[in-house]
Each structure stands twice: as structure tokens, then as C-alpha cells.
């Protein structure tokens, strides 16, 4: 009896209607490489296709990190692999990749996905780790000639509801990049009074309705009711801002679900002080002549890399930084909608 009879053939699950409702139905959501053709269509349309993530910037990254073969780097957020699968390229099978990603659900699919490429672990290897302990891997690894970190929430963690992650979609609201680690954003919400919230959608989301809707928030709990979905919060932000003139309420709704899932996330992964971390240690970790980039998608994490790649240089840590921020072009904004925020920096070790 050959293999593939001993084998029995496995079908996929099926779904009442015309199309799957529920995410573990979405078969092309959760294997989207089999699906090139509907990939290619997606792009075209400017959006991004469930279960993957378009990488950022890749041209301007190459263009300046110049990676040779035989160099041995870094991508300190591995997530979809679309930048690292691009750095292994052009290490044309010399030198070494390390990869670092805190999700412990994805990063195995990604490691899979590049193993199946032919990366072998000669030449790249995958750290289930925060990237705000890299400085523990140079002891194994050698310091590095070349790195980036691309800090921005994956697509495919955005598209499964079970993260959290989006307003749009109903799931528990959890927001932890690592959910076997820490506390859930709806922990969160109820471990802080109204001013401590009212503080987080400020300072980690610029969020104007702040104080209407950490009211509200905390005005729930007191009636004994839970905000532990992100539909329970989307509502609870809706009911906030009820004095909105009608015909601006919907954009303006739209807009502040966005900004405090953002506070949230950034509050629930300590993204700040992870970042704060990963930079103050960057110098130590890089070869004389190493190049690095950074991709941010928030002010406060553009202003706490361009702080530190400023002080670098006035102490003579890095030889040359990026004087101005560097955008994605139109054309890519225009291909990949989810660009549009993203700032770019890069320093060079001295």
C-alpha cells in the first residue's frame, strides 16, 4: 500500500451559504499562498489579503542596508517574513539571518513558509523572543553588519479575531502580540481608574475624546457590566461620543475605535518601553560600519527612535543617521493602503 493510500484524504471544512462567516472556515485566510490568483486580485484593489501581510518599504531598505553576502543580520520583527525573505535573497546563501518575533502563533507558520523557500538553518535562523533583549543573542550570534525593525502590528494578527486586535471584527479583547504572556486589554481596562485611562488614549493615541470615553468606560463597570470584546468596546466608544453632531459621528466613531485599540495594544506589549529598550541597546550589538532601519507607524515611536539615532551621533556612536524621515512613494501607498503612516530611519554604527 503506497503512502497516499494509507493516507486518507482530509476535506476541508465546510460552511452553510455561498461564503465562510466565521474565521476558522476561511480556508484561503489561514493557507493564502495556495491562492494566487485571488492574492493578485486583492492587491490590485489596494487592499490586503486576509491571512497575509505586504511588507513596508523594501525597496528603500535594501537600497540602503546594501546587504552583502557573507553579512550576518537581523529583522528584529519577523512577522509575515516579506522583509526577511527579501535580506536571505540578497545574501545569496552566505552569511546569516537571525529573526526574532514574540508571536508564538505566527512566527511558526512564518518559519515554516521560509523553510519550505529553502532557508535552511544554515543561514537563517528563527529567536522566539522580544526584540527588546537582542542584546542577549550576540553572544551566539556575533554582532551584526546590518538590521531592521518593521514596528507595526501584522495583517494576519488584525485579521483573526481571536487576537483582538480589530474594532471591526468580534473576538475577545485580548491585543497581546504574545497571548501566553502578561494581561488581556480587557484585564487592562479594569485594573485602571478613569485617569489613568483617560492618560493612555492621550499619550499613546493623541485621542481627543479621551476623557468622554474613560468616563463611559468606567461607568460601565460601576453598573456591573464587562467590556471584555472588542464589540463591547467599539459600543461603549459609540455610546461615549453621542454628543457628536449625527452626521460627523460616524467618521468620528470610526476614528477613536482606532486610536484607543492602538493605546490599548501599545499599552497591554509595553511597546514604548520595549522600543526604549531595543534602541538604547543598538549601538553595542552592531558591527563598526552597520547599518540599520527602523520602521514606526505612530509619533510617539518616530520620536523615540529619531531622540536616540540624534543623541547617537552627537556622541559619536553613529557615523551618519537619516536627517529626514523616508516615506513609502505614492505608488505604494496606492497599492498598500495600511503604508500610509509609515516613517523610515536609519543609522550607521561609527
Known amino acids: 500500500?503506497?503512502?497516499?493510500?494509507?493516507?486518507?484524504?482530509?476535506?476541508?471544512?465546510?460552511?452553510?451559504?455561498?461564503?465562510?462567516?466565521?474565521?476558522?472556515?476561511?480556508?484561503?485566510?489561514?493557507?493564502?499562498?495556495?491562492y494566487q490568483d485571488t492574492i493578485q486580485k486583492v492587491i490590485s484593489k489596494g487592499s490586503t489579503p486576509a491571512g497575509m501581510h505586504i511588507p513596508i518599504c523594501v525597496n528603500e531598505?535594501?537600497?540602503?542596508?546594501?546587504?552583502?553576502?557573507?553579512?550576518?543580520?537581523?529583522?528584529?520583527?519577523?512577522?509575515?517574513?516579506?522583509?526577511s525573505s527579501q535580506m536571505l535573497k540578497a545574501l545569496q546563501g552566505k552569511g546569516h539571518l537571525n529573526s526574532l518575533d514574540v508571536d508564538p502563533i505566527e512566527s511558526v507558520k512564518t518559519e515554516k513558509r521560509l523553510r519550505d523557500m529553502g532557508y535552511g538553518e544554515e543561514i537563517f535562523t528563527v529567536w522566539h523572543m522580544n526584540f527588546a533583549e537582542i542584546d542577549t543573542l550576540v553572544e551566539k550570534t556575533g554582532k551584526f553588519d546590518?538590521?531592521?525593525?518593521?514596528?507595526?502590528?501584522?495583517s494576519m494578527q488584525i485579521d483573526n479575531p481571536e487576537r483582538g486586535f480589530s474594532y471591526k471584527l468580534d473576538g475577545p479583547l485580548d491585543l497581546r502580540l504574545n497571548p501566553e504572556k502578561g494581561?488581556?486589554?480587557?484585564?487592562?481596562?479594569?485594573?485602571?481608574?478613569?485617569?489613568?485611562?483617560?492618560?493612555?488614549f492621550m499619550e499613546n493615541a493623541d485621542e481627543p475624546y479621551a476623557k468622554e470615553i474613560s468616563q463611559k468606560i468606567i461607568s460601565t463597570f460601576r453598573k456591573g457590566q464587562s467590556i471584555d470584546t472588542t464589540t463591547?468596546?467599539?459600543?461603549?466608544?459609540?455610546?461615549?461620543?453621542y454628543k457628536v453632531p449625527e452626521k460627523e459621528r460616524k467618521e468620528a466613531v470610526k476614528k477613536s475605535c482606532q486610536r484607543c485599540f492602538q493605546?490599548?495594544?501599545?499599552?497591554?506589549?509595553?511597546?514604548?518601553?520595549?522600543?526604549?529598550?531595543?534602541?538604547?541597546k543598538l549601538p553595542n550589538i552592531m558591527n563598526p560600519g552597520g547599518k540599520v532601519a527602523v520602521l514606526t507607524f505612530h509619533s510617539g515611536e518616530d520620536r523615540l527612535v529619531k531622540h536616540y539615532f540624534k543623541e547617537g551621533k552627537k556622541a559619536g556612536v553613529y557615523s551618519e543617521i537619516s536627517e529626514e524621515v523616508?516615506?513609502?512613494s505614492t505608488q505604494e501607498c496606492v497599492k498598500?493602503?495600511?503604508?500610509?503612516?509609515?516613517?523610515?530611519?536609519?543609522?550607521?554604527?561609527a
Not at 531598505?61 to 522583509?83: N, S, V
Not at 546590518?146 to 501584522?154: C, H, I, Q, T
Open 1 to 34: 500500500m503506497t503512502e497516499q493510500q494509507q493516507t486518507p484524504h482530509k476535506r476541508r471544512k465546510r460552511y452553510s451559504g455561498t461564503h465562510p462567516k466565521h474565521f476558522d472556515e476561511k480556508y484561503k485566510e489561514h493557507n493564502p499562498e495556495k
Open 61 to 83: 531598505i535594501l537600497d540602503f542596508l546594501q546587504i552583502q553576502p557573507g553579512q550576518i543580520g537581523f529583522d528584529a520583527t519577523l512577522g509575515y517574513g516579506g522583509h
Open 146 to 154: 546590518f538590521g531592521m525593525a518593521d514596528l507595526g502590528v501584522s
Open 183 to 200: 494581561v488581556s486589554a480587557a484585564k487592562r481596562l479594569r485594573e485602571m481608574d478613569q485617569e489613568e485611562l483617560m492618560g493612555m
Open 232 to 241: 463591547k468596546l467599539r459600543e461603549v466608544i459609540e455610546q461615549a461620543l
Open 263 to 280: 493605546a490599548l495594544r501599545i499599552d497591554v506589549n509595553s511597546e514604548f518601553e520595549v522600543l526604549d529598550a531595543f534602541l538604547s
Open 326 to 328: 523616508i516615506r513609502p
Open 336 to 349: 498598500n493602503p495600511r503604508a500610509r503612516s509609515t516613517k523610515m530611519r536609519w543609522a550607521i554604527r
